[in-house]
Structure formats: C-alpha cells, structure tokens
C-alpha cells in the first residue's frame, strides 16, 4: 500500500431537515435496476434546488454534456471462448495495489444530502477496500474524514488566495495520514449550474 503519509480546516457539518430512512436497509427499492434509476430515486428525496445543484455541470453544463458524451463512446466488448484463467480486476496506480480501478472522486458538500455526509462516504470506501478522496470543500475537517477512513485516503487541493493557508492544508493532510494530493486547477472560475440558480439554489451558510 501507498505510505507517503501526508490536515485542512473545513466547513462545519450543514444539517438537514429529514433523514430518509429506506424501509430495509439492507435491501435496495423495488424500482432501482441500475445506477441510474438512483437518480430517479433522488428527486424523490432531496430538496429542489439542491438536486438541481448536484444533477447540473457548471453554467450551460456544457463540459458535463461532454463528458457523458465521451462516456457513452465506451463500451464492454465481451471476447467469447478466450481463457480468462489469469483475468483481474487489480490496478496498479501511484505505487498502490488495488482491487479494482474505482476510486472516490472529491466531491464537495456532501451534509446536503445525508448529515453523516464525507463520513458515510470515506466509510463505504473502506468496505469496498478502495481510496476515498476528501475535498478541500468537505462538510467535515480532514481529521474526522481520516478517522472514518479505511488503508487509504488522498486529499484534493484547492490552491488558497495566501501561500501559508495552502501550505497548513498540505501539511494537516499529511499529519492526518492522507497519501496522495490530488490538485484541481480548473476551478479557478466556477458558477453554478444555470438551473440551480433558477431553482433558487444557496450554499448553506454552515
């Protein structure tokens, strides 16, 4: 495993109104037959504008528009009648070994939709034995987020206005036993996803 070894002072939890709680929870709803019908299953359960918020890219939602394009430009070819003796799932990536290439990716301000947000989510990574990656926007302080975290962590970075705030967040992370920094420069200039701004869409002030 990775042992670079690498703490960011970050929002306070946001709360929510309700907690939704699954009928089983061990046990998906009747109408979910791929990933997704999970986004269907969101309208349901998350406030209007905030889905709009999640659901839509950055202004015309152009770059996210692509992206879905160039997904579904790939495909799972199946090769019949070939030994598959040797077959695995296993990624070598930054010096780790990993079960299987899914990772985490940061994503931000996640109390929006479950007020145990990062937390749940750096858990579930640890059960599926895979890498949770913790936003410099994270509704939890890095060290909650590597207290619930499994073997793995990595911390992305949003370069801060002063040098020494960028340099404390590098250096907590790396106290707080994250691996890896994974650097954004592409956010410079980001609005929101013109829809949630119809809808009416704030970031909470906590």
């Given at each position: 495993?990775?042992?670079w070894?690498?703490?960011?002072?970050?929002?306070?939890?946001s709360?929510?109104?309700?907690?939704p709680?699954?009928?089983a929870?061990?046990?998906?709803?009747?109408?979910?037959h791929?990933?997704?019908d999970?986004?269907?299953?969101?309208?349901?359960?998350?406030?209007?504008?905030?889905y709009?918020?999640?659901?839509g890219?950055?202004?015309?939602?152009?770059t996210?528009?692509?992206n879905?394009?160039?997904?579904?430009?790939?495909?799972?070819?199946p090769?019949?009648?070939r030994?598959?003796t040797?077959?695995?799932?296993?990624?070598?990536?930054?010096?780790c070994?990993w079960?299987h290439?899914?990772?985490?990716?940061?994503?931000?301000?996640q109390?929006?939709v479950?007020?145990q947000g990062?937390?749940?989510?750096?858990?579930?990574a640890?059960a599926?034995d895979?890498?949770f990656?913790?936003?410099?926007?994270s509704s939890?302080s890095?060290?909650?987020i590597a207290a619930?975290s499994?073997?793995?962590?990595?911390?992305q970075?949003?370069?801060?206005?002063?040098?020494?705030?960028?340099l404390?967040?590098?250096?907590?992370a790396?106290?707080?036993?994250?691996?890896a920094?994974v650097v954004?420069?592409?956010?410079?200039?980001?609005?929101?996803g013109f829809g949630?701004l119809?809808?009416?869409?704030?970031i909470?002030a906590?």
């Amino acid at each position: 495993s990775c042992t670079w070894g690498m703490r960011a002072t970050c929002a306070s939890p946001s709360t929510m109104t309700s907690d939704p709680q699954p009928a089983a929870l061990n046990q998906l709803p009747a109408d979910v037959h791929c990933a997704r019908d999970h986004e269907s299953l969101a309208r349901r359960h998350i406030a209007g504008p905030t889905y709009e918020y999640l659901a839509g890219g950055s202004g015309e939602a152009v770059t996210a528009t692509e992206n879905l394009a160039a997904f579904a430009r790939r495909s799972i070819c199946p090769r019949l009648l070939r030994d598959v003796t040797g077959g695995t799932t296993r990624l070598e990536l930054a010096g780790c070994s990993w079960p299987h290439p899914i990772l985490l990716a940061p994503v931000a301000f996640q109390t929006l939709v479950h007020p145990q947000g990062e937390l749940a989510s750096a858990r579930g990574a640890a059960a599926m034995d895979t890498c949770f990656i913790a936003s410099t926007l994270s509704s939890y302080s890095l060290e909650q987020i590597a207290a619930a975290s499994g073997r793995e962590k990595w911390f992305q970075l949003y370069f801060q206005p002063r040098r020494d705030d960028t340099l404390d967040l590098v250096r907590r992370a790396r106290a707080a036993g994250y691996a890896a920094i994974v650097v954004t420069l592409d956010a410079a200039i980001q609005v929101p996803g013109f829809g949630a701004l119809r809808a009416g869409f704030r970031i909470p002030a906590d």
